[in-house]
Nanobody, 126 residues
Framework: QVQLVESGGGLVQFGGSLRLSCEGS????????VGWFRQAPGKEREGVSC????????AFAGSVKGRFTISRDIAKNVVYLQMNNLKPDDTAVYFC???????????????????WGQGTQVSVSS
């Protein structure tokens, strides 16, 4: 059974940085695409970034491009979302999700991912 646990969220000031981790159990990262999503209060969940199961493809939402990067550590079975130059609009609950032998489409649709974590809160103060 695939289980995902996010960590690394917290409160940070405008312009600060955080690194989120998505740790998986019950699955091999090398065989799964992983996506990061976020949901702000009163808003729909949106795709932030993804990396394909091969690691060859990545995608980023326009609002985070140039500020966020995604990477993975196969040995630790962890996917990271490095978030730099954070803004108050980045405040949200961040979720990671995984899909067996999945790709990474530019639109980062939720439907591409089957297994989901519980989320971690990121708050950015102005």
């Amino acid at each position: 059974q695939v289980q995902l646990v996010e960590s690394g969220g917290g409160l940070v000031q405008f312009g600060g940085s955080l690194r989120l981790s998505c740790e998986g159990s019950g699955f091999n990262l090398e065989q799964h695409a992983v996506g990061w999503f976020r949901q702000a209060p009163g808003k729909e969940r949106e795709g932030v970034s993804c990396i394909s199961s091969s690691g060859a493809s990545t995608a980023f939402a326009g609002s985070v491009k140039g500020r966020f990067t995604i990477s993975r550590d196969i040995a630790k079975n962890v996917v990271y979302l490095q978030m730099n130059n954070l803004k108050p609009d980045d405040t949200a609950v961040y979720f990671c999700a995984a899909e067996y032998l999945g790709g990474c489409r530019r639109s980062i649709p939720e439907i591409d991912f089957e297994a989901w974590g519980q989320g971690t809160q990121v708050s950015v103060s102005s």
